[in-house]
Structures are given as structure tokens and as C-alpha cells.
């Protein structure tokens, strides 16, 4: 998911409900675990992330747009380029993939 100059800023975070086969294609239990105890922070993408929320809730609030809260269960797709503030509301486990 690359974004180029003037695509609106609220569709770089794309939320899904993948399920257990598109999991399997794309092999996410065999990315990476990061886990993160209920914070705020600011971050930016330097490049596309994809992560599978485990466990946890989490609002994102893109510089522009509007925020965007998501839950375990969800597939989440942060293009490259993104700055915001990680509101996580309970205590997050996600797998994810860089690039």
C-alpha cells in the first residue's frame, strides 16, 4: 500500500477481519510478536507495515483525518509516510511485518 502526493490521509490505515485462510496466506504467525503496555506515544512509518492484532485495543490518530481504533482480531495496514499518536487503551500483543 503506497501512497503518492495528495491521496487523502484517513486511507493510510486500512482495518480488516481477516479470516483464518487469508491469515495462513499471508504467514502471519510467522512474523514477529511486539507487545506494548497501555501508553501514548507519537510514530511514523518510514515504510508499509501490516500487523495482526492478538490481543489489545488501540486508537490511531493520524495527523490528518480521523482516528481509527482497532481491536484483536483486526489486520491492520499502516502506509509509509504516516505520522500519528498510538493511543493504546489496554494492553497490546500484535504480529507484524515490515515493507
Known amino acids: 500500500m503506497i501512497f ?6 484517513m486511507d493510510m490505515i486500512k ?7 487469508k491469515l495462513e496466506e499471508l504467514g502471519v504467525s510467522l512474523w514477529p510478536i511486539w507487545e506494548k503496555e497501555v501508553s501514548r506515544f507519537d510514530w511514523s512509518y518510514d515504510e508499509d507495515e501490516v ?36 493511543d493504546i487503551k489496554e494492553p497490546v500483543r500484535k504480529h507484524y511485518k515490515l515493507g
Open 51 to 86: 500487523c495482526y492484532m492478538l490481543e489489545g485495543k488501540v486508537t490511531v490518530e493520524p495527523e490528518k483525518g480521523e482516528p481509527v481504533e482497532f481491536r484483536a482480531g483486526d489486520l491492520v495496514t499502516f502506509a509509509r509516510g504516516l505520522k500519528c499518536v498510538w
Open 4 to 9: 503518492r502526493e495528495g491521496e487523502e490521509f
Open 15 to 21: 482495518v480488516e477481519k481477516p479470516d483464518q485462510q
